[in-house]
């Protein structure tokens, strides 16, 4: 059973002014509210964010062929550091909806009658050009890994002694009036 796109649905477009005419083209610009869960586990595409998009959707013989470019905002949190960060991504899009699964192959998008849906494409072109170590800057210096503090909070003089394990048992025997022996 084939489930239809609703003509409605925010990401779904209507190619009807195409028709089936090879060599016809229209130019859009929209701007949509992003949909749930476009992202990886540190970086993504807030939802409902707005996205700005500039398309040209061309009939060929085989179907529409959607082309152009997605403007977003990105939300996360920095790799180093686990600080919140926002940025912006702008992806090409390109995508050719073929009029019948009989020119197409399985993985190939197929229009709805005249209507595509334009989804699938924003959120694989994103999830696909987002990094996947994202940084608040290139010089983060990350957590300190002994007590977890910032280290650019904690400034040049942060440290922590360590002892060696193999030496550890001995640290009890020295005492202040060792020193004694040097003078």
Known sequence: MTQ?????????????????????MRQMKLSLTAPADI?????????????????RLEAVMEGVLVSGTAHSPLAGEC????????SEIEVNLQ??????????SEDDSLLDGELLDLEPTFRDAVVLALPL?????????GLCVECGVRLADAGPDHRHEVIDARWASLQGLVTENDNDQEK
């Open 133 to 141: 170590s994202p940084v608040c800057s290139e010089d983060c210096t």
């Open 95 to 104: 995508e050719l909806f073929f009029y019948s699964d009989e020119d197409a």
């Open 39 to 55: 992202g990886v586990d540190m970086i993504g595409v807030p939802k409902d964010a707005e996205v700005e998009l500039e398309l």
């Open 4 to 24: 239809h796109l609703n003509p409605r649905a925010p990401w779904v477009i209507s190619t009807h002014d195409l028709g089936r005419r090879p060599g016809l």
């Open 79 to 86: 790799a180093r550091c686990l600080e919140p960060l926002t």
